[in-house]
C-alpha cells in the first residue's frame, strides 16, 4: 500500500482500519491502539506486536472444521506426493483429530510457539507428523509452501519431526511408544509448579505393543495426573496387518481402566465429538485420561481407506490426482473445478 | 618425576588413604547442587538406597519422583521433564540404564537436546557377588557414540561430587558412571576439576598412562612403583567425551607412548577413544588395560580386580610393553 492509499484511508478525520478491527473483529483494544499509530510504520509495528502475542482464536463453526480438515487432506496428498515417500493412511485418517486440536482445543500462539502458557501437543506416533505440520501451517505456523519441503535435505520438516528444527514440535519422534511418557513428564512437572496449562499426547494403536508405553500408562495412572490427556487413533492397522491380528489390543478400554485411567470412547471423524471429549477430559480432575478416536485410516479417500497396505506408502501422480479429486469434491457430492 | 602440586592431591597419597564409592559422591553432591537450583530433580527405578539417592528423597521428597522398576519409562519421563524446564537426574544400575534404555537415550535427550541428566550406578566387574548381568562394561562405548552426549567416569569421591555439581550447570544431555564398591579418595575437595579437563596427576616424560575410575589410583601407584626405571606421566581423564585433545596430545608429544586404563570393555571405551585421537593427530604405540572383551562374574570385588587385569602390575606390564614399542 502507498502512502497515498494510507492517508487516504488513515487522516484526520477517519482511520478505516481501526474502524474495520472494531466492527468486524468486535477487538476495541487493537482499535484503540491503531488509532493511535499515526504512521503506516507504526501502524504495521501495532498489528506485528499483535500477530506475536495473539492467543489462536477457537473455530466453532462446524462446516469450517471439516472445511480445513478437507484442506488439510489435500495438502498431506500433494506433500505425500511431493516427498516420494511417507505415510499415507495414518495421516489422512488423523486430519480431523488435529484439525480439532489446532483450531479449537489448544490454547496457543501460532507466531510465539515456545510460549510458556502454550498447551503441550505430544506427538508420539512420530510418522503422522505430516498432518501435523499441515495443520501447523494452516494455523499459521509457517508458510503453507514449506509443505512442499516435507522429507527434503534441510528441510525444517524432517520424515519424523525433530524438536530442535522445527518450533512447536514438543518431541523428537518416530521410535514408538516414547511420546506418552514425556507428555507425563511435562504433566508432572506443570502440576509441581501449579501451572495452568494441558498436555495432550497422541499416540497410535500399534505402538502400544511396546512396553515403554505401558510403563507410562502405569506410571500416569499412579500419579492421578489430571492435566493429561492421551488421544488414541484407534485405527486398528500396523505395518504387518490389522493390530487384532498382529497383537491384539482389546479390551482396549478395559485396559486403560484397569490402570487406573478415565477413557472415553469417540468418533474421530466427528470433529465436534472430539471436541467435546477433551473438554470433558478437562473436568475429570482425578485420573488421566485416554481419548480413544475410532478413526478411519486413509479416510477421505476411497482407495486408501481401511487398507493396511497404505500404511507406509505415499500415492503416486495418477492416485494422487484421484485423491485430490475425491476431496474436492466431496466424494462426488459436488462438481470438480475442472469438470 | 613428582606428583603435579597444582592437582592437590591428597597428601599421604602413597601410604593409608580413606575409601569411598563414587556413588556416594553422587548423592552428596546432587543434594548440595539441588539446594542451588530448584530446578532440578531426581527419578529413580526402585534402587532409591543403593544409588544414593535417599539422601536426596528425604531433604526434597516434593522433587523426588519413583518410576518403578522401567529404565524405558525412567529416561523418558526425564526427558519430558527436561523438555518442560525441570533438570532431571535419572539414576539406576548402568546396566540397566543406560543399558536397556539407549535408544530412548539417543532420541528424547540427544536428539531432543535437553538437559537429562544419566546416572549410571554399579559400573564395572567392581560390583562384585551380582555378577555379570549386573556389570556394566560396555556403558562408556555406547553412551560415547551418541551426538550431544557427554561422558564422565569420576575416578574418586571427590571427583565424583564435583562431576554432579557441574553437570547441574551444563545445558546438555551428560552421562556419569559410579562404582558401587570403596575405592581410595585421591583428590581433595580444594583438588581442580572441570568437565572436559583432563588433569595431569603425576608429571613423567617416558609413557603417559590416561586413566579413569578407579585405575586412576592403580596408574598412580603404578608410577609410583616403577620412578627409578620408568619415569611415567599419569593422566586422570575423567571426560571420555569431549576429549581434552590438547592436554592429552602435549603429554603424548613429550612421552611418544601411552597406556589407556579402564574399569570397562576393550572396545569402545576409554582406550577406543584415545586411540582415535592419536590415530589421527599423533599415532603412538598404546597399550590397554581394560577388560579383554568377555563379560565379568560373581565374586569379591577385590578378587575381579585382580582376575580381570584392572590392578596396579597389570598397569605396569602395559607400561613395559608400551615402551618397547617406541
Avoid at chain 1, 60 to 81: G, P, T, V, W, Y
Avoid at chain 1, 324 to 335: D, P, V
Avoid at chain 2, 206 to 221: F, I, N, Q
Amino acid at each position: 500500500m502507498n502512502a497515498l492509499v494510507f492517508r487516504h484511508h488513515v487522516n484526520g478525520k477517519k482511520n478505516d482500519f481501526a474502524n474495520w478491527v472494531e466492527g468486524c473483529f468486535d477487538d476495541k483494544n487493537l482499535a484503540k491502539k491503531l488509532r493511535k499509530a499515526r504512521s503506516q510504520k507504526a501502524m504495521m509495528d501495532v498489528l506485528r506486536k499483535e500477530l506475536h502475542t495473539k492467543q489462536m482464536v477457537k473455530i466453532d463453526d462446524a462446516n469450517h472444521l471439516d472445511e480445513i480438515a478437507n484442506f488439510i487432506r489435500q495438502d498431506l496428498i500433494k506433500m505425500l506426493l511431493a516427498a516420494g515417500s511417507g505415510h499415507s493412511a495414518g495421516t489422512l485418517g488423523m486430519a480431523d483429530v488435529f484439525t480439532a486440536l489446532y483450531f479449537n482445543v489448544l490454547n496457543h500462539r501460532p507466531r510465539q510457539p515456545n510460549w510458556e502458557g502454550r498447551d503441550r501437543l505430544f506427538l508420539s506416533n512420530g510418522h503422522i507428523t505430516p498432518v501435523r505440520y499441515a495443520a501447523m501451517a494452516r494455523a499459521g505456523y509457517f508458510p503453507l509452501s514449506e509443505l512442499k519441503t516435507l522429507r527434503q535435505f534441510g528441510t525444517r520438516l524432517q520424515g519424523h519431526p525433530e524438536r530442535e528444527k522445527l518450533p512447536g514440535v514438543e518431541n523428537t519422534s518416530g521410535p514408538l511408544g516414547s511420546g506418552l511418557a514425556q507428555a507425563a513428564g511435562v504433566a508432572y512437572g506443570a502440576r509441581m509448579d501449579g501451572k495452568r496449562f494441558n498436555v495432550y499426547c497422541i499416540c497410535g494403536d500399534g505402538e502400544m505393543d511396546e512396553g515403554n508405553h505401558w510403563e507410562a500408562v502405569l506410571w500416569a495412572g499412579k500419579n492421578a495426573l489430571p492435566n493429561l490427556t492421551l488421544i488414541i487413533d484407534r485405527n486398528n492397522i500396523q505395518i504387518d496387518g490389522f493390530t487384532e491380528d498382529v497383537m491384539p489390543l482389546e479390551p482396549l478400554r478395559e485396559k486403560y481402566e484397569a490402570f487406573r485411567w478415565h477413557v472415553i470412547d469417540v468418533d474421530g471423524h466427528s470433529i465436534q465429538s472430539i471436541i467435546d471429549a477433551c473438554n470433558e477430559a478437562l473436568s475429570v480432575r482425578e485420573q488421566p485420561v485416554a481419548i480413544i478416536a475410532h478413526t478411519i485410516p486413509g479416510k477421505g479417500v476411497d482407495f486408501i481407506e481401511n487398507k493396511f497396505e497404505w500404511h507406509g506408502k505415499p500415492p503416486n501422480k495418477e492416485e494422487a490426482k484421484k485423491a485430490l479429486h475425491q476431496l474436492r469434491t466431496l466424494a462426488g457430492k459436488i462438481q470438480g473445478e475442472h469438470e | 618425576m613428582s606428583v603435579v602440586k597444582a592437582a592437590h592431591l591428597v597428601r599421604n597419597l602413597y601410604g593409608e588413604v580413606k575409601q569411598r564409592p563414587t556413588r556416594d559422591g553422587y548423592g552428596d553432591g546432587l543434594v548440595d547442587a539441588a539446594k542451588k537450583d530448584k530446578r532440578i530433580v531426581a527419578l529413580c527405578a526402585d534402587l532409591t538406597d543403593s544409588t544414593r539417592n535417599a539422601k536426596f528423597a528425604k531433604e526434597f521428597p516434593d522433587r523426588f519422583i519413583e518410576a518403578g522398576i522401567a529404565e524405558q519409562a525412567l529416561v523418558t519421563i526425564g526427558a519430558g521433564l527436561a523438555t518442560y524446564g525441570k533438570i532431571p537426574y535419572v539414576s539406576s544400575y548402568a546396566a540397566f540404564c543406560p543399558g536397556r534404555c539407549w535408544e530412548q537415550i539417543r532420541t528424547t535427550a540427544s536428539l531432543n537436546n535437553v538437559p537429562l541428566k544419566v546416572m549410571g550406578m554399579h559400573a564395572g566387574i567392581s560390583v562384585g557377588p551380582d555378577g555379570a548381568t549386573h556389570q556394566a562394561l560396555e556403558d562408556i562405548a555406547t553412551m560415547r557414540s551418541i551426538p550431544n552426549m557427554i561422558v564422565v567416569a569420576p575416578a574418586d569421591y571427590h571427583e565424583a561430587y564435583k562431576a554432579v555439581v557441574e553437570s547441574a550447570k551444563i545445558d546438555s544431555p551428560i552421562y556419569i558412571r559410579f562404582g558401587r564398591d570403596k575405592v581410595p579418595i585421591i583428590t581433595t575437595e580444594k583438588s581442580p576439576f572441570r568437565i572436559g579437563r583432563a588433569e595431569v596427576y603425576r608429571t613423567g616424560k617416558d609413557v603417559t598412562v590416561v586413566a579413569c575410575g578407579p585405575l586412576v589410583y592403580e596408574a598412580l601407584m603404578a608410577a609410583k612403583e616403577i620412578e627409578g626405571e620408568i619415569d611415567v606421566e599419569v593422566i586422570s581423564n575423567h571426560t571420555i567425551k569431549p576429549l581434552d585433545q590438547k592436554t592429552l596430545l602435549k603429554s603424548v608429544k613429550k612421552t611418544g607412548a601411552v597406556v589407556t586404563a579402564e574399569e570397562h570393555q576393550v572396545n569402545g571405551g576409554l582406550g577406543g577413544a584415545i586411540s582415535e585421537l592419536l590415530a589421527k593427530n599423533n599415532p603412538a604405540p598404546v597399550e590397554m588395560v581394560a577388560v579383554m572383551d568377555r563379560f565379568g562374574e560373581s565374586g569379591p570385588p577385590d578378587v575381579l580386580m585382580e582376575a580381570f587385569g584392572m590392578k596396579k602390575k597389570d598397569v605396569i606390564a602395559a607400561i613395559r610393553k608400551v615402551v618397547k614399542r617406541k
